[in-house]
């Protein structure tokens, strides 16, 4: 069978038309609690899960301890957690307090950073809302958003399917949990 060179085309603009499509997230450079410049960018090759948090937000609260124990979890694979804290500068002081409390330490697997920005969270396409989440592919796309308090299986769903090479039915590009 031989196909015309438009259907080719149109063939060729089909298989490719997911890539096209795909948002690449913005590259943040913020630094570590050690204060350490750490970028998003750097993480490539990894799927990554970037949650915006504040220490005076009280969903965020609940959130952050079920993330961590989502980053054990994935532990031994390509999964990292990365959570922005969006605190002013003046207020950084109370967030090592509030992890210690929350019972949560940063590992290899779940980084936190400082420095976050109400813009940062915008630009991100998560409003004005905290918490938000977005979970990226190891090529730094965005594949789901996450506006309010995430649930771990909103988290699970996105991951699951991206570490199995995108099998199933794909997951939701935004949920909204507010």
């Not at 949650?51 to 961590?68: I, K, M, S």
């Not at 999964?79 to 307090?97: C, G, H, L, T, Y």
């Not at 918490?131 to 699951?160: F, K």
Request: charged share 20%; net charge positive.
């Amino acid at each position: 069978m031989r196909l015309r060179p438009s259907l080719l085309a149109l063939l060729a603009l089909t298989l490719c038309l997911p890539s096209a499509l795909a948002e690449r997230a913005p590259n943040l450079a913020l630094k570590d609690l050690s204060g350490s410049k750490q970028k998003l960018s750097d993480l490539r090759g990894h799927i990554v899960i970037v949650n915006f948090w504040a220490t005076w937000c009280g969903p965020c609260q609940e959130e952050l301890p079920r993330l961590d124990a989502l980053s054990r979890h994935y532990a031994a694979q390509n999964v990292r957690f990365v959570a922005v804290s969006i605190d002013e500068p003046k207020d950084q002081a109370k967030i090592r307090p509030d992890l210690d409390r929350l019972h949560v330490a940063p590992t290899p697997n779940f980084s936190v950073w400082t420095g976050g920005t109400s813009y940062a969270l915008a630009s991100f396409g998560l409003g004005g809302v905290v918490p938000g989440t977005v979970i990226l592919d190891s090529d730094g796309n965005i594949v789901t958003r996450i506006q309010g308090e995430a649930r771990d299986t909103d988290v699970q769903t996105t991951v699951n399917w991206l570490l199995s090479n995108r099998s199933g039915p794909p997951p939701p590009a935004t949920i909204k949990r507010y």
